[in-house]
T-cell receptor, first 112, second 117 residues
Framework: GQSLEQPSEVTAVEGAIVQINCTYQ??????LSWYQQHDGGAPTFLSY????GLEETGRFSSFLSRSDSYGYLLLQELQMKDSASYFC?????????????FGQGTTLQVKP | GAVVSQHPSWVICKSGTSVKIECRSL??????MFWYRQFPKQSLMLMAT?????????EQGVEKDKFLINHASLTLSTLTVTSAHPEDSSFYIC?????????????FGPGTRLTVT
């Protein structure tokens, strides 16, 4: 089967940097995604890593190490609006028949 | 980015009735769509993969006779919760996937909050 582990909660202050880790065990791994979800809203795409290394998109960066089955989401210059749940998700299967399996989510609370 | 819509956004129904939820990809074609279920403060649980023109693929433990999925066109998938019971009350979200270059992304609908009384 597949399993993903990420911290349940993280708290940080505005302007700080936060790293949310994700470890996974899965067969047929194809890539690791991160999604953000505000209360009552739909998940929105943040990043996708298929290869080892760091991908940067604005204030958010995502890292993947396939050999360690590990990735993280790095949020810089935290803002109050970043308070949300963050899910790592493994894309497994194949490019044509793959699907996402989500971790349990990390609730990030940004304080003034 | 791509847009996926869902209808209705919320619905209240009585126990024993059926409810249909529609998921549409508005600006791209989706041969595959996904249906998720999410309880408060919990993760998204994949229920099934909806395949255009063929039967849906259900995840283990999901009752296919209770959660009927139809993917009749490249832009529309429907989920029907049959004989709904209070324990079916949940947030149902659909998504449609796309590959953009090497990146894989799922575009999520806004979700449907189902309350069964």
């Amino acid at each position: 089967g597949q399993s993903l582990e990420q911290p349940s909660e993280v708290t940080a202050v505005e302007g700080a940097i936060v790293q949310i880790n994700c470890t996974y065990q899965t067969s047929g791994f194809y890539g690791l995604s991160w999604y953000q979800q505000h209360d009552g809203g739909a998940p929105t795409f943040l990043s996708y890593n298929a290869l080892d290394g760091l991908e940067e998109t604005g204030r958010f960066s995502s890292f993947l190490s396939r050999s360690d089955s590990y990735g993280y989401l790095l949020l810089q210059e935290l803002q109050m609006k970043d308070s949300a749940s963050y899910f790592c998700a493994v894309f497994h299967g194949s490019s044509n028949t793959g699907k996402l399996i989500f971790g349990q989510g990390t609730t990030l609370q940004v304080k003034p | 980015g791509a847009v996926v819509s869902q209808h209705p956004s919320w619905v209240i129904c009585k126990s024993g009735t059926s409810v249909k939820i529609e998921c549409r990809s508005l600006d791209f074609q989706a041969t595959t769509m996904f249906w998720y279920r999410q309880f408060p403060k919990q993760s998204l649980m994949l229920m099934a993969t909806s395949n255009e023109g063929s039967k849906a693929t259900y995840e283990q433990g999901v009752e296919k006779d209770k959660f009927l999925i139809n993917h009749a066109s490249l832009t529309l998938s429907t989920l029907t919760v049959t004989s709904a019971h209070p324990e079916d009350s949940s947030f149902y979200i659909c998504s449609a996937p796309r590959f953009l270059g090497a990146a894989y992304e799922q575009y999520f609908g806004p979700g449907t909050r189902l309350t069964v009384t």
